[in-house]
C-alpha cells in the first residue's frame, strides 16, 4: 500500500457523460500527478500540481481538467467523454517533484464509457 | 518528443532463471530513470537512478544506468513466480515533474 488513495476504483459511464475522478496523496506530500493508462498507450503524463498550483502539463485534452484543493487532495474532472477515454487513471504523489524523488502511484480508477 | 523503449515486450522463464530487462530512452534534460513493477493495478516503486547513483541492488533485483548510451538494464536472479508481472521503465526529464514510461516488459514465470 502506498498511502496514495483514489476513489472510486471502477467506473461505467456513458458517452457524452462527465466523471470526477479523487485522489489523496500521501500524508505530507505536496506534489499530485495524474496518469492514463490504456492498452495501446501505455502509461501517460495528464497534470502535475504542486501545492495547489499547476506546474506541468502533458498530453492531456481540453476535455479534462483537474485540481488541487487546499487539502492537498486532487480531482481530474473528465466531460464529454467518449470510447477511447476508457482507460485506467492513476494519480500518484511526491514529496515536492523535483530531481530525486519518486513518485508512488495509488490503485487507480478503471473507468469504462459506453 | 522523449521517448522510452522497453524490449523485450514479452517474457516467459523458468522459476530460478535470471532475466535482464532493458530500457533505452532518447529524451531531452534527462534526470532520472525509474523501474517500477505493476501486477495487476497500481505501479510499485523498484528503483531510481540519477547521475549520482548508477547501480543499484536490492535482493534478487539490480539496475544499473549509462549515461553515455543512454539505457538502463534490470535484472532478476533466482527468479520466482510472483516476480510474473508487467516491468515499467520511466524517465524523470526537466524538473523532474513529468514521467515518460515505456510501454513495459510483461515477464512470467513459471514453474
Known amino acids: 500500500d502506498s498511502g496514495v488513495t483514489q476513489t472510486p476504483k471502477h467506473l461505467i459511464t456513458a458517452t457524452g457523460q462527465r466523471v470526477t475522478l479523487r485522489c489523496s496523496p500521501r500524508?505530507?506530500?505536496?506534489?499530485v500527478y495524474w496518469y492514463q493508462q490504456s492498452l495501446d498507450q501505455g502509461l501517460q503524463f495528464l497534470i502535475h500540481?504542486?501545492?495547489?498550483?499547476?506546474?506541468a502539463k502533458g498530453n492531456i485534452l481540453e476535455r479534462f481538467s483537474a485540481q488541487q484543493f487546499p487539502d492537498l487532495h486532487s480531482e481530474l474532472n473528465l466531460s464529454s467523454l467518449e470510447l477511447g477515454d476508457s482507460a485506467l487513471y492513476f494519480c500518484?504523489?511526491?514529496?515536492?517533484?523535483?530531481?530525486?524523488?519518486?513518485?508512488?502511484f495509488g490503485p487507480g480508477t478503471r473507468l469504462l464509457v459506453l | 518528443e522523449d521517448k522510452v523503449v522497453q524490449s523485450p515486450l514479452s517474457l516467459v522463464v523458468h522459476e530460478g532463471d535470471t532475466v535482464t530487462l532493458n530500457c533505452s530512452y532518447e529524451?531531452?534534460?534527462?534526470?532520472?530513470l525509474l523501474w517500477y513493477k505493476q501486477e495487476k493495478k497500481a505501479p510499485t516503486f523498484l528503483f531510481m537512478l540519477?547521475?549520482?547513483?548508477i547501480e543499484k541492488k536490492s535482493g534478487r533485483l539490480s539496475s544499473i544506468l549509462d549515461k553515455k548510451e543512454l539505457f538502463s538494464i534490470l535484472n532478476i536472479t533466482a527468479t520466482q513466480t510472483g516476480d510474473s508481472a508487467v516491468y515499467l521503465c520511466?524517465?524523470?526529464?526537466?524538473?523532474?515533474?513529468?514521467?515518460?514510461f515505456g510501454t513495459g516488459t510483461r515477464l512470467q514465470v513459471t514453474l
Open positions: 500518484a504523489s511526491s514529496v515536492v517533484g523535483g530531481e530525486g524523488e519518486t513518485q508512488y
Open positions: 500524508s505530507g506530500d505536496l506534489s
Open positions: 500540481y504542486y501545492n495547489g498550483e499547476e506546474r
Open positions: 529524451v531531452t534534460n534527462f534526470r532520472s
Open positions: 540519477t547521475s549520482s547513483g
Open positions: 520511466a524517465v524523470g526529464t526537466g524538473t523532474a515533474s513529468k514521467l515518460t
